[in-house]
Nanobody
Framework: QVQLVESGGGLVQAGGSLRLSCVVS???????GAWFRQAPGKEREFVAA????????YYADSVKGRFTISRHNAKNTVYLQMNSLKPEDTAVYYC???????????????WGQGTQVTVSS
């Protein structure tokens, strides 16, 4: 069974930074990693994704230039560095993993439980 565990969420002032981490419990498969978020009263939305090698990354327009996704396969961890945070970034952030070496833009195979990020103005 594959488990994804997020950490690093919290409360930060606008303009601040946070780094989210996602540890994937099983190492025996190649996966693309991704982050999604869901704000209160809104649908879950894509934030960023990264290929197995880390050579390809994808971002939602709303976070381009502010967020950076990365990974460390030896640690089975995917990261999301969030800079210049805005109140509209407030949401529960979910880590996800999809089988394969590339991000295909389809529903991931595994999800984490989510971590709350709150940005105060």
């Amino acid at each position: 069974q594959v488990q994804l565990v997020e950490s690093g969420g919290g409360l930060v002032q606008a303009g601040g930074s946070l780094r989210l981490s996602c540890v994937v419990s099983r190492r025996t498969f190649s996966y693309a990693g991704a982050w999604f978020r869901q704000a209160p009263g809104k649908e879950r939305e894509f934030v960023a994704a990264i290929s197995w090698s880390g050579g390809s990354t994808y971002y939602a327009d709303s976070v381009k230039g502010r967020f950076t996704i990365s990974r460390h396969n030896a640690k089975n961890t995917v990261y999301l560095q969030m800079n210049s945070l805005k109140p509209e970034d407030t949401a529960v952030y979910y880590c996800a993993a999809a089988y394969g070496t590339t991000w295909r833009g389809v529903d991931p195979d595994y999800w984490g439980q989510g971590t709350q990020v709150t940005v105060s103005s």
